[in-house]
């Protein structure tokens, strides 16, 4: 009866939370609406197909359709990814209350301290589902990890469930790298524990047979048949679509953008083919002139990252794009009455243009990346100011130091056990997003929640220790 009581609970406080946002809001249409609702193949399948379907459920009503499935999955998905808590850690009232507002931390700061003022489960894109998804994606992969067996039924619904939100979004794919060294941690640990207990000590063939015998072979296959499989779904569906049995086109545009913002004139002469060396001239001028390179930055790490953020949009749609879009047709007769074609040849000559002129940047490069990804660490657990900086960095460092020391207590320490693994989700998060596109908050506020529910559960854990 308490349980029922409990989940009746976060069931209410969810229900209205979302459902005022509903209620009072409308659905917002914004920049990336347009290619889910035509399948472009500049993005993932699943939830332009969502769109499809509300569209064919009532044509009149499709954006309203959308939020409110959007509203209603947030409130369906945090009650069960609560209780989950709740349950494992045996939480009080309280807490769990406590809980409850952290989830919802992103869907306040979003439409108040980001600058695109959304309101996350009323935005027609990706992060109307991620968001409420996510929290789901995260339950099972504890739930794997708890149960301490890594080629099991648990284990593959996990790689199962992070194949669904990889084609939700691309960013997601980090989550396949996160489960493959669970996995693996878990062969390991369970190969050492069966070498101690039948051979009396640790005899270095044995224990590589016995982590072997944990399923590390299926781990692997596990993880190339993920890849695999996500990529076949997304060549199918963009043939079913658009007659084009090709992959999503645009993650080597963006990508382009980051190296362009540090590219210097002279770095072009590395560039073999005399047309795109021509090309790569009237891009950089054009963007020079306007101050949209690394050399126009304000001194200190948030003002670099920040102006970086500035620039890196306009200079893949804008300064690269168009003329791209262009070349192409002169030289390849390919024009905008075939865009998704079109789009596919931006991205093959942004790749080339990577490809010539990265080994000339690359020093510029890597500060560049340290930037950006000092700005996404911030964002994932505060925000970018002067003092918070600081704070971001201490507690970076306090979540580090209390997993060790309740490690070295417990070696089952669950709380140390979530905190890792969150900390090394946001790490695969900001550095992996930091290579395509900038970090802004929308896209590191997603372990926001994870991190500080862990980090209180690690304090908990402390205190009974003392």
């Not at 609406?33 to 500049?42: G, H, K, R, S």
């Not at 789901?136 to 669904?164: E, H, I, R, Y």
């Not at 900001?430 to 994870?450: E, F, H, K, W």
Request: net charge negative; charged share 15%; aromatic share 14%.
């Amino acid at each position: 009866m308490r349980k029922d009581i409990r989940k009746a609970i976060f069931l209410a406080i969810f229900s209205v939370f979302f459902g005022v946002l509903f209620l009072t809001g409308e659905p917002m249409y914004v920049g990336d609406t347009f290619q889910y609702e035509n399948q472009m193949i500049m993005r993932e399948p699943v939830y332009a197909l969502l769109m499809q379907l509300c569209r064919f459920i009532t044509p009149q009503y499709q954006y309203w359709l959308v939020i409110l499935f959007q509203n209603m999955l947030a409130i369906a998905a945090y009650t069960v990814f609560l209780e989950f808590l709740s349950e494992r850690f045996h939480l009080r009232v309280g807490m769990s209350m406590l809980f409850a507002g952290i989830l919802l931390v992103p869907h306040v700061m979003t439409p108040f301290f980001a600058s695109t003022h959304l309101v996350l489960t009323n935005a027609l894109m990706t992060e109307g589902i991620l968001f409420s998804l996510y929290p789901l994606a995260f339950m099972c992969l504890l739930d794997m990890m708890w149960s301490g067996n890594p080629v099991g039924k648990k284990s593959f619904q996990t790689l199962a469930f992070f194949l669904l939100i990889s084609l939700i979004r691309g960013q997601m794919m980090v989550l396949f790298v996160v489960w493959f060294l669970v996995a693996f941690v878990l062969s390991v640990k369970n190969g050492i524990a069966v070498t101690d207990r039948t051979m009396g000590g640790r005899h270095t063939f044995e224990l590589v047979e016995n982590i072997g015998k944990q399923g590390l072979a299926a781990i692997l296959a596990a993880i190339v048949v993920a890849f695999t499989a996500r990529s076949i779904a997304i060549h199918v569906y963009n043939y079913c679509e658009q007659g084009l049995f090709v992959d999503t086109a645009s993650g080597k545009a963006m990508s382009f953008a980051n190296v362009l913002y540090v590219a210097d004139r002279e770095d072009g002469e590395s560039i073999t083919d005399d047309g795109l060396r021509d090309l790569y001239y009237e891009i950089y001028d054009k963007a020079d002139a306007d101050g949209m390179n690394y050399k126009y930055a304000p001194s200190g790490v948030l003002g670099r990252a920040a102006y970086h953020e500035e620039c890196h949009d306009e200079l893949n749609f804008t300064y690269f794009s168009e003329p791209a879009k262009r070349y192409v047709g002169e030289t390849q007769g390919i024009y905008p009455d075939r865009y998704q074609e079109l789009m596919i040849a931006v991205d093959e000559i942004a790749a080339e243009l990577s490809s010539e002129l990265l080994p000339q940047v690359s020093g510029r490069y890597a500060a560049n990346y340290m930037n950006v990804i000092a700005l996404g660490f911030i964002r994932t657990v505060a925000y970018e100011n002067i003092f918070l900086v600081w704070y971001a960095v201490l507690i970076y460092i306090a979540a580090v130091a209390i997993t060790v020391v309740l490690w070295r207590h417990d070696p089952k320490s669950m709380a140390a056990s979530f905190m890792a693994v969150v900390l090394l989700t946001i790490v695969g998060n900001v550095c992996a997003t930091a290579l395509m596109i900038q970090c802004i908050s929308r896209y590191m506020i997603y372990n926001l929640p994870l991190f500080y529910m862990a980090g209180l559960l690690e304090l908990i854990e402390l205190r009974k220790i003392k």
